[in-house]
């Protein structure tokens, strides 16, 4: 089974995206005691050295979706900011969602309609600068989905196209007969508070 997974720290300051590389190299680790391989697809490097904004890996092995699900949520690092050491603040958030990789026999090119757009977020960081949230529609169902929380017009593409097949596949599913949905803990946007995991300090040790 093949799952991607997406390590971001949406649109969070740089401390978020310091521990995103260090997330991930916990998750390579933890997938690979299980069996597991990780494959890198696409980063966005962060403002320095070592951090990155987010991360988008696919996770393959027979228990792919059972560690993917252990992971979905928010991660919560507890430490103080290696970049302003006068920050008082100590809890930092960045979120993990699973989606499973669109297929491309789904849909052809022509069925589906993709949009850009400005991407809105708070406190006016990074908002109408670039066009880099995407929406696609599949122009038969009417479904869309979309993806803002990057800062990678690319980057929000894959997950438009991941979502809406998730979306597709929902829409035919329902039409013929019940089956067992996926439900993911992130999606849209990342939730901060109620950790499902937690670090500590500049080791990253878990709590």
């Known amino acids: 089974m093949r799952l991607w997974m997406q390590l971001t720290c949406g649109r969070g300051p740089a401390e978020c995206a310091w521990v995103v590389p260090r997330l991930l190299r916990e998750v390579a680790a933890e997938a690979a005691q299980n069996g597991l391989s990780v494959e890198p697809l696409e980063c966005l490097p962060g403002r320095y050295s070592g951090t990155l904004y987010s991360v988008l ?17 928010t991660i919560c690092w507890i430490g103080r900011s290696p970049f302003r050491p006068a920050c008082k603040r100590k809890n930092w ?25 400005r991407a809105a ?18 122009l038969a169902t009417g479904l869309v989905a979309t993806a803002r929380e990057e800062r990678s017009q690319s980057a929000n ?19 013929g007969q019940e089956v067992e949905k996926q439900k993911w803990a992130q999606h ?13 300090g500049p080791e990253f040790k878990p709590q």
Request: proline share 4%; hydrophobic share 40%.
């Open 157 to 175: 593409r894959k997950l438009a196209l991941a979502r809406l097949a998730e979306r597709f596949e929902q829409h035919h599913n329902a039409l």
């Open 121 to 138: 977020g708070p406190g006016g960081q990074h908002v109408n600068k670039t066009e880099s949230a995407v929406r696609i529609t599949h």
């Open 93 to 117: 958030y960045v979120g993990l969602e699973a989606l499973n990789p669109p297929r491309r026999e789904i849909w052809k090119g022509s069925e589906i309609r993709i949009d850009t757009m």
């Open 57 to 73: 890996v696919a996770i393959e092995g027979e228990q792919a979706e059972a560690f993917c699900q252990s992971w979905v949520g």
């Open 188 to 200: 849209n946007a990342l939730v901060r508070g109620n950790p499902i995991r937690t670090f500590v």
